[in-house]
C-alpha cells in the first residue's frame, strides 16, 4: 500500500486531483508530505483532505519531520495540521523533531503551539530526547518555550539522567544551569551522577558533581549576603 500511494503520486497529474475520489485524495497525501514539491500538497489542501490522518503510523507533518523537510512541514501548518498531533503509538509530534535534533522544525512547531511537557506513554517529554541525542540547540528552544526541567518519566528518570547515561557532557552543563536537580533518584535509587558513573562518563559524573557544588556555594553565598543585608 505504501509503495501504491508513491505510485500514484508520481503517475496522477495535479490537474486530475478534484476529480478522484476522496480516498485516493487521502492516500497521495503522504507522498506529498515526503516531497520537495509543495504544489501537490497544497492542491490536497484545496480538495480537503484529512491533514492529521496516518500512514504508516505517522501523520504528514510527522514524515515532514522524519524527512527533514522544514517548507513542508510550514506548509502543513499553516493549512491546520495539528502541532500537538501523535502518531499511533501516541507519541507526540514534538518527540520527532527532539529526537532528530530538527532545529527549524522545532521552532515551527513551538511556534505553531506544539506543547513542550507532553509525555508518551512511557512519560518521557521531548527534552528527555534532545538530552539523549545530545541536541544542544533543541533543548535550549524546548527550555526557553517552558519545558519543565526536572520531568520524571515511568522510571523517575530526568533529562539530566538521560544526558548523563549518554555522556552527553554539553548537555549536562546546560541542564544545570537551567536548574537540573542531581539529587532526584530514578527507579534504581541512581542520581545522574551515579548514572554517569556507572557508564563510565568521567567527564559527565565530574561536571555534575562540580557544578553542583558550584551551585551550592553560590547558594550559600547569596543566602550570607541576604542575611547580611536584612540585619544592618
Not at 2 to 19: A, M
Not at 103 to 126: E, F, H, I, R, S
Amino acid at each position: 500500500m505504501f509503495l501504491w500511494r508513491h505510485l500514484l503520486f508520481k503517475i496522477i497529474p495535479l490537474r486530475l486531483y478534484s476529480r478522484l475520489p476522496q480516498a485516493w485524495l487521502q492516500d497521495l497525501l503522504i507522498p506529498a508530505a515526503q516531497s520537495t514539491q509543495l504544489a501537490p500538497l497544497l492542491q490536497l489542501v484545496h480538495c480537503g483532505v484529512n491533514l492529521d490522518a496516518h500512514c504508516n503510523g505517522l501523520t504528514p507533518l510527522q514524515w515532514a519531520i522524519v524527512k527533514n523537510l522544514p517548507n513542508m512541514a510550514e506548509q502543513l501548518l499553516l493549512a491546520g495540521a495539528d502541532p500537538n498531533s501523535c502518531d499511533l503509538q501516541h507519541r507526540p509530534t514534538l518527540h520527532y523533531a527532539a529526537y532528530y535534533g530538527r532545529v527549524k522544525l522545532t521552532q515551527l512547531l513551538l511556534q505553531a503551539g506544539a506543547l513542550p511537557n507532553t509525555p508518551d506513554p512511557q512519560a518521557q517529554v521531548a527534552l528527555m530526547y534532545a538530552a539523549f541525542y545530545g541536541h544542544l540547540e533543541t533543548l535550549q528552544l524546548l527550555l526557553s518555550a517552558g519545558a519543565t526541567v526536572n520531568a520524571q518519566c515511568q522510571f523517575q528518570e530526568t533529562a539530566l539522567h538521560f544526558a548523563a547515561y549518554a555522556g552527553q557532557a554539553p548537555i549536562v552543563q546546560l541542564l544545570l544551569k537551567a536548574g537540573a536537580n542531581n539529587r532526584l533518584l530514578n527507579v534504581d535509587g541512581c542520581t545522574a551522577s551515579q548514572l554517569a558513573q556507572a557508564q563510565h562518563f568521567s567527564q559527565s559524573a565530574t561536571m555534575i558533581n562540580d557544578l553542583n557544588y558550584l551551585f551550592a556555594k553560590a547558594t550559600n553565598e547569596a543566602f550570607h549576603q541576604d542575611k547580611s543585608v536584612s540585619s544592618c
